[in-house]
C-alpha cells in the first residue's frame, strides 16, 4: 500500500526534526547539569526515550516539560510528531494545532496534521493544513503528495491530478505519486466514459475511454477487441491503431503490431512513435534501409527521442558510418542517460574503432545499468543490430 511505501520517509523526517530541536542550546543538557527533575531533564529523557522508540514514555516527558513550558511550539510540534509515530493520530492532532498556533511559520506542524487527519480518513479536515505548509514550504513534495492523496480520497481526482503532478522528479514519494496518478487518470477516464455513455452509448468516444481502461488494468484482449468498435464506428480515428499495437507489441506478436502501426501513419503520417516501432521492427528484420526511413522520420518530428538516435546509431553502425553513429549514440546518451542498449552500441563502436578503454568503461556502464546476464552481454555485443525480436530495442 501507498501508506507503507512511504511511512519510513515520514520516521526519517520526524527523526531529523527532533535533530534540529536537540542541536537548539540549552536543550537535551545532561541530568547531571541541573538539580532536581527539571525541564532539561523532562527533554534528555524524552530524547533517550525517542532513541529507544519508546514513543509513549518520549510523549510522556514532552507533556510534563509543557506544563512549565506551555509556549514552546516545537515541544508541541515534537510531542505531536511522536505521537503520530506511535499511531496515535487522534492526540498528535491537537498537540500539532497546538504548536501550529504557537508557531504560524512551523510547516512540518503542518504537513504532519494534515497526515494525521488523512490517517484518521477526516480527508477534507486534511486539505487545510496540507494547502498551508505549502504555502510556508512551496518546494515539498511530500505536501503535494498527501494533497492528492487527499484529493484522490475524496473523489477530486482532477484536483487531485494536479497537485500529484507537482511531486518533484527523484523526491522520495515520486514513485508513490506515479502510482496515485495512474489510478487518479484510470478513474477520471472512466468518469468521461460513464458520462458520455449516458448521451450517447454508441458513441466511438464511449468505446475508446473504455478500451483506454481495460488496457490500463492489463485486460488487453478486452481492450483490443473494444478499440476496434471504436473504429468501426469512426475508422478515421487517430491513435487508436497505435494503442491496439502497442499492445500486440507487449505481447510479442510483432508482425501483428507492424500492421496496426502502419495503419495509423496511413491515418496520421507524422506520428513518430508508431514510425519508431516500425522502425524497430525492420531494425530487428535486418531491414536496414527500410528502418532507416522510419527512424529518420521519427527522429525528425521528435527531436528528443533518444530512442529514435540511439537506434538510427545502429543503423549507422551496420553501414560502417562509425563517426555518424558515435555523434547519435552520444546525443542518445545525453538524452538519456541510464538507457543500457546506449552504452552496450558505445561499447562495441569503440571496440571496433580500437578504442579498449572506452570500449571497457561503456561496456562497464552496460553491467551496472542493465540486468541481462553476462552471457547474453557477451553475445549480444557481438553483432550491432542482431536481435532475436523487436522488445530489445
Not at 515539498?140 to 487531485?160: I, V
Not at 558515435?326 to 571496440?351: C, G, I, M, W
Request: charged share 25%.
Amino acid at each position: 500500500m501507498i501508506l507503507k511505501k512511504t511511512i519510513c520517509f515520514l520516521t526519517l523526517m520526524v527523526a531529523l526534526l527532533g535533530c534540529a530541536i536537540w542541536a537548539e542550546g540549552g536543550r537535551g543538557a545532561s541530568p547531571a547539569q541541573s538539580s532536581g527533575q527539571s525541564e532539561e531533564d523532562w527533554l534528555f529523557q524524552a530524547k533517550q526515550a525517542e532513541g529507544g522508540r519508546n514513543f509513549s514514555r518520549a510523549a510522556e516527558c514532552y507533556v510534563n516539560y509543557l506544563k512549565v513550558h506551555p509556549q514552546d511550539a516545537e515541544i508541541y510540534q515534537r510531542l505531536g510528531l511522536v505521537y503520530y509515530l506511535s499511531d496515535h493520530f487522534e492526540d498528535a492532532v491537537p498537540a500539532l494545532q497546538r504548536a501550529l498556533k504557537l508557531g504560524p511559520s512551523q510547516w512540518a506542524s503542518a504537513l504532519f496534521l494534515g497526515i494525521c487527519y488523512y490517517r484518521l480518513g477526516q480527508f477534507a479536515k486534511a486539505l487545510e493544513p496540507l494547502h498551508y505548509a505549502l504555502q510556508i514550504k512551496a518546494d515539498l513534495p511530500e505536501g503535494y503528495f498527501w494533497l492528492g492523496s487527499s484529493l484522490l480520497a475524496l473523489g477530486r481526482n482532477e484536483d487531485a491530478i494536479s497537485q500529484l503532478q507537482k511531486v518533484s522528479r527523484g523526491s522520495r514519494v515520486s514513485l508513490e505519486a506515479d502510482s496515485l496518478l495512474v489510478k487518479a487518470y484510470r478513474e477520471t477516464a472512466e468518469s468521461y466514459y460513464r458520462r458520455i455513455e449516458k448521451v450517447n452509448a454508441n458513441s466511438y468516444r464511449v468505446y475508446q475511454l473504455e478500451a483506454d481502461s481495460l488496457a490500463w488494468r492489463d485486460r488487453n484482449v478486452e481492450a483490443i477487441e473494444t478499440y476496434r468498435k471504436a473504429l468501426a464506428r469512426e475508422p478515421g480515428l487517430e491513435g487508436v491503431h497505435r494503442a491496439i499495437g502497442d499492445l500486440y507489441w507487449q505481447k510479442g506478436e510483432f508482425d501483428l503490431a507492424r500492421k496496426e502501426y502502419e495503419s495509423e501513419i496511413h491515418l496520421t503520417p507524422l506520428d513518430d512513435d508508431a514510425h519508431l516501432k516500425l522502425g524497430q521492427y525492420w531494425l530487428a528484420k535486418r531491414e536496414i534501409d527500410r528502418a532507416a526511413a522510419h527512424l529518420e522520420l521519427a527522429a525528425r518530428v521528435n527531436k528528443n527521442s533518444w530512442e529514435a538516435h540511439r537506434d538510427l546509431a545502429q543503423v549507422s553502425l551496420a553501414r560502417g558510418d562509425y563517426v555518424k553513429a558515435e555523434s547519435l549514440l552520444k546525443t542518445a546518451v545525453q538524452q538519456n542517460p541510464d538507457d543500457a542498449l546506449a552504452h552496450r552500441f558505445l561499447a562495441e563502436l569503440y571496440r571496433r574503432t580500437n578504442r579498449p578503454d572506452l570500449a571497457k568503461q561503456e561496456l562497464g556502464l552496460f553491467h551496472k545499468l542493465s540486468s541481462v546476464s553476462g552471457k547474453e552481454m557477451e553475445s549480444g555485443a557481438g553483432e550491432t543490430g542482431k536481435s532475436e525480436s523487436p522488445s530489445e530495442h
